[in-house]
């Protein structure tokens, strides 16, 4: 029984992992598939819009005749109540975990696992997260209204403030005001812990760098997100508390976008920073000969031949000569709204290649609605190819020449090119003139 316990909660977690769900990841040490790390992205156009919160699984040996254990983690250390289902302590009230009472056939069964679990998290994450209070149904009254708005406010404000940009700045080693943080970790300290072959010892963070690619995808979101705050309540203005928030099990604060704002820019320049960091040390690795630079250096040669032998238009450089940054030139597709177009795409490899995925950049201007303002790529390289270089440059000219997308609200990475190429007839029209005049100007 424990034997098919593990072999469905490996395949839940090869499905998950394989399938190209951009707000559900998944990830478990290899020695211990039982404790399942996962991370929602918030929906959009809710208030956790591109937040990012993590949850932990417990799965038992009766797995799947017996739900998992499932824990919130994006709690502000046992602070912040997330939702009227989602507590402060960590607790997620669900009618399958058997945390809430439902109606009949609302039960966990074996037919149920990881990913309908997410899912139904997920679904909790709505626009009026208000509505999940029992009860919602009976609340007409003047001051219920003025309830879900204020609601809905300060559960934005926390989003951004606990579940993106504390996350972020303790990934970058950054403290609020925007520096370095003290740590009383040496780097003799972190180079024992990574010679260490016990990896209980090792904290374990498997979405570090998916977490920092998705900032950079929704920074413009956040900081509209800002924007919005700031028209409808006043720095300094404290939060209200809710029918059924307790004294401990409530989300209490006061409002503050304006320091919100100034932390987000500064991860900005660190993640950026970080970035340019790769290439020196990238340097460093091409002269130690590592195995990720010589690696590299194959992968560039090779897929340079292989333009040559395809007739294909676009050309690959090195930057000084160095493995870890390439200059792409991409030339437009013809007959396309691209027709004409030349840009220099900057892909920057870190030396843990392939466990840090490379970050590109559009460094001459372009707008679309797959391009963040600063040129960060909206892209999905396959998971099963993350090693092979090549995905990556293939994957970024597909999301660019892709000519009838699915609508997805999770690629909104340029708030203004997608609202027009999503928009009226009208809207689709200035959206393509704004881009002709853009690829125009690229060869200028």
């Not at 997100?225 to 203005?237: A, C, F, I, P, R």
């Not at 307790?246 to 993640?271: D, V």
Request: charged fraction near 30%; aromatic fraction near 10%; include cysteine.
């Amino acid at each position: 029984m424990a034997d098919q316990s593990i072999f469905r909660i490996t395949k839940e977690l090869s499905d998950l992992q394989k399938n190209s769900d951009l707000s559900l990841a998944v990830a478990c040490r290899d020695i211990d598939v039982r404790n399942v790390k996962a991370l929602i992205i918030g929906p959009h156009d809710t208030p956790y819009e591109f937040g990012f919160f993590e949850f932990a699984f417990k799965f038992h040996k009766e797995y799947p005749r017996k739900s998992p254990t499932v824990t919130a983690v994006t709690t502000n250390g046992g602070r912040t109540r997330f939702n009227p289902n989602i507590y402060s302590n960590g607790k997620v009230c669900l009618s399958i975990l058997g945390t809430w009472r439902g109606e009949r056939g609302e039960e966990w069964s074996a037919a149920q696992g990881l990913e309908s679990i997410l899912l139904s998290i997920q679904s909790l994450m709505s626009t009026n997260p208000y509505e999940n209070e029992p009860g919602f149904e009976d609340a007409n009254e003047p001051s219920d209204k003025k309830n879900q708005t204020d609601y809905v406010q300060k559960i934005r404000h926390e989003t951004l403030r606990i579940s993106v940009i504390q996350r972020m700045e303790e990934y970058l080693d950054l403290a609020s005001d925007g520096s370095a943080a003290t740590s009383a970790v040496t780097r003799e300290d972190m180079e024992e812990m990574d010679s260490m072959d016990d990896e209980a010892n090792v904290p374990f963070e498997p979405f570090k760098d998916l977490c920092k690619r998705r900032f950079l995808w929704y920074y413009d979101s956040y900081l509209a997100t800002v924007e919005k705050g700031k028209t409808e309540v006043k720095d300094g203005q404290a939060f209200s508390r809710m029918p059924f928030e307790g004294s401990t099990n409530s989300m209490e604060g006061k409002f503050n976008y304006s320091e919100l704002e100034r932390r987000l820019r500064n991860i900005k320049k660190a993640l950026d920073a970080e970035t340019e960091s790769w290439a020196a040390e990238g340097l460093s690795d091409k002269y130690r000969e590592s195995t990720v630079a010589v690696n590299l250096q194959r992968q560039y040669e090779q897929i340079v031949e292989s333009f040559k032998r395809t007739d294909t238009p676009h050309n690959l450089e090195l930057e000084d000569n160095n493995p870890f940054v390439w200059v792409l030139t991409y030339i437009g597709k013809p007959m396309t709204n691209l027709d004409g177009g030349l840009f220099r795409i900057r892909i920057c490899f870190s030396p843990r290649f392939p466990d840090e995925q490379p970050r590109i950049k559009f460094e001459t201007r372009i707008f679309h609605h797959r391009i963040a303002a600063d040129g960060t790529p909206c892209y999905f390289a396959p998971l099963s190819r993350r090693e092979d270089a090549k995905s990556h440059i293939e994957a970024v000219i597909d999301a660019l020449e892709e000519e009838q997308p699915p609508y997805d609200p999770r690629t909104l990475v340029n708030p203004e090119a997608f609202k027009l190429y999503w928009g009226k007839p009208d809207d689709r029209k200035m959206y393509n003139r704004r881009l002709r005049r853009t690829v125009q100007q690229s060869m200028e």
